[in-house]
């Protein structure tokens, strides 16, 4: 059995080390173009086990809001130089700050911007961010739970297409090759048990607050076991991947075979449900 206790102190350090490398980075060179930024996602929420944060496998969301409202990069040659110049500072910083680190968390930076352009786009609460510069606008107005609802149904929904294309994308995937299909996956696989609790939660904000800990605990409780048993063991092979310094060819495949049967299971529990409500409205 792993005593993942230690690592996951060790890893928690090292994300608040990698917020605070790029809360002191991106405002000395955007300058007067930056408004605000926030840390959100599981980096930034509590650790009850040690799916809750796996580290590569999980990433640290900063999103970052500009003054201008316009790119943060153009398609000019000096500005790709520019992004990856951003990229080695803060990735030198972090380690000058922490040479004994457990990892280099993977940082993902989302321009607020580009979410607000998406109609499905709903903003976190002001208790679900931690807040890294400037004063960011969130609004404290909750849409309709009907609303956030509709949105998360038909992002699972959305899975059926690529659920499909899946053997195509797999069938001849060696080693290395496995990652790529991981790293699309971990998009999909995390938010997809969240979306399928919010169709029966009254309050669908608050399950997205939870962390995965709670959200298996949650599928259990509503019958969903096949789907908590791909969820946690997704994480948990991240983890084997991870610690294996991701040359585990089995840890691979185990991770995208859980992987696949969480949107799997999440697509067709989604599927029950519109097919239970339409059979209420037919007997009305």
């Known amino acids: 059995m792993i005593d993942y206790s230690e690592m996951m102190k060790q890893a928690r350090e090292d994300t ?87 990892h280099i968390p993977r940082m993902q930076i989302i321009e607020t911007y580009h979410l607000k352009q998406n109609e499905g786009y709903t903003p976190p609460r002001p208790q679900d961010i931690s807040v890294l510069y400037g004063d960011p606008a969130i609004s404290k107005k909750k849409p309709k739970p009907e609303i956030i609802q509709e949105i998360d149904l038909a992002h699972i929904i959305e899975l059926k297409e690529y659920l499909q294309d899946m053997p195509r994308r797999i069938f001849d995937r060696t080693g290395l090759d496995w990652w790529a299909v991981i790293r699309v996956m971990t998009w999909k696989v995390s938010p997809s048990p969240v979306r399928v609790i919010t169709q029966t939660h009254s309050d669908p904000l608050e399950v997205w607050s939870w962390n995965r800990t709670k959200i298996c605990e949650a599928l259990l409780e509503r019958g969903y076991e096949k789907l908590a048993e791909h969820y946690h063991g997704f994480y948990d092979a991240g983890w084997c991947l991870f610690l294996s310094g991701f040359g585990d060819l089995k840890a691979f495949r185990e991770t995208a075979v859980h992987g696949y049967y969480v949107l799997y299971e999440s697509y067709w529990a989604a599927d029950r449900l519109i097919s239970d409500v339409n059979t209420s409205r037919l007997e009305l």
């Open 16 to 102: 608040q080390c990698a917020m605070k490398v790029w809360a002191e980075v991106l405002p000395e060179i955007l300058g007067s173009r930056l408004e605000s930024m926030y840390t959100k996602g599981s980096a930034n929420k509590p650790w009850d086990s040690h799916i809750d944060y796996v580290p590569t496998i999980s990433d640290v969301d900063i999103h970052i809001t500009l003054k201008d409202n316009k790119p943060l990069f153009g398609s000019y040659s000096e500005d790709f130089e520019k992004a990856v110049e951003i990229s080695k500072r803060c990735e030198d910083e972090f380690i000058r700050k922490k040479p004994d680190h457990f």
